[in-house]
């Protein structure tokens, strides 16, 4: 730096806020990798709030698919408002798995690349 040095007053001050700076694991790991990820501020989820999602994985997201592709076939052909509207909440239902998939296959990237780094 081309300014006057810092008196021992302010050397400490400074060195108390890099410190407490530090203490935010957060705040680090985004410092250093200075990546931005989906809300990178919020922690994570526990694990063992993860696990309770996990049935609804692939294999519910298929089946989700199937019924669905049924109860549309069976609307279209009897153009039944109750078999229209099953269809519907089905396909939310089948796009909610199909959208935590995705965002599990984003984690699961982005911790592979931190990993390697």
Avoid: N, Y
Avoid at 29 to 34: H, I, K, P
Avoid at 47 to 68: E, Q, Y
Wanted: aromatic share 4%.
């Amino acid at each position: 730096m081309d300014g006057p040095e810092l008196s021992r007053q302010e050397q400490r001050i400074l060195d108390d806020i890099e410190r407490d700076l530090r203490a935010d694991q957060l705040l680090d790991r985004r410092l250093r990798t200075l990546r931005r990820g989906i809300r990178p501020w919020t922690p994570r989820a526990p694990r063992k709030d993860r696990r309770r999602l996990r049935g609804l994985g692939p294999r519910a997201t298929v089946l989700l698919g199937a019924v669905c592709a049924v109860l549309f076939v069976r609307a279209v052909g009897t153009s039944s408002l109750a078999l229209i509207w099953a269809f519907a909440a089905v396909w939310v239902l089948t796009l909610g798995c199909l959208l935590l998939l995705v965002v599990r296959r984003c984690h699961k990237a982005a911790e592979r690349e931190e990993s390697e780094r």
